[in-house]
């Protein structure tokens, strides 16, 4: 649904986009990651039309950049911060944004927007009367106008309470199971972690990582890491795992409750507990620690 090859942008003297590439399939949830000034903005102003790349191609549902006036009929835009007209009601609102995309919308299907996003009820009702959490709702509405193939939303849960955030996750999960393509950005790694298909990470201007929730976790990583639950002698147990498995063991160290052991192989850990049964200490809990997004995005 979107293909992306060697996009740059530069400013004056300045590349900002150093030539970045990746592809969306359809129905994809793509979270698109970077710490400000990577060049994340930039990228996603140049897909959606807000500015030119100075080199490279895009093509949206088979559409070259070089149609944007066509590429815009297919998508939608949900910015960080949206401009909200806050005399008119959400069908007044939706109304206005159907006619500056020169787009024909029903009443009915702005109805069914409205519900589609949780508004029901309120469609009458001032958007400045509006909590932030309804604007956001709103926002995405507005994206959807015109049955668009993509929508682009930036922080779609920013600044929300837990509830309203959890909402439009489902919302977001829902539309992309109907086959809508979702291209978002977002600081809330936890959220990305639990919504996205696929994603990217910007560094410096460039794309530092890319793939599956799975394939990011797994990459780069050497030992699998173990944290044991056991009653008894910690120092002890510790030392008879460093003294039978020290050609399995990378490292190994205890605090007053559990023993931390990072293993060369992933075939190791049944080892690890015959190990420690055979030595009288009784093994309460194992758990294998997984790389989370902020490890990824960090690059622990």
Known sequence: MIEVHELKKRYKDVLVVKGVSFHVQNGEVFGFLGKNGAGKTTTVNMLTGICLP?????????????NMDEIKKYIGVMPDVSNYYLHMNAIEHLKFFAQLKRTKVKKENIYDLLEQVGLNGHEKKKVGHYSFGMKKKLGIAQALIG???????????????????????????????????????????????????KVAIMENGLISKIGTIEQLKKSGVSHVEIV??????????????????????????????????????????????????????????????????EDVFFGK
Not at 54 to 63: A, D, P
Not at 253 to 265: A, F, G, N, P, V
């Open 147 to 197: 049955d668009p193939k993509v929508i682009f939303l930036d922080e779609p849960t920013s600044g929300l309470d837990p509830e309203s955030a959890f909402a439009i996750q489902e919302m977001i999960k829902r539309l992309s199971n109907e086959g809508l393509t979702i291209f978002m950005t977002s600081h809330n790694l936890y959220e990305v972690e639990k919504i996205c298909d």
């Open 54 to 66: 100075t080199e490279g191609k895009f093509f949206i549902n088979g559409i070259s950049h070089r």
């Open 228 to 293: 044991i639950k056991i009653k008894g002698d910690y120092n002890y147990a510790a030392q008879r795992l460093q003294q039978t498995m020290s050609d399995e063991i990378a490292h190994i160290y205890h605090d007053h409750h559990y023993i931390y052991c990072s293993l060369y192989h992933e075939d190791s850990i049944p080892t690890c507990v015959r190990m420690l049964c055979n030595s009288g200490i009784n093994v309460y809990e194992l758990n294998v620690k997984e790389r989370s997004m």
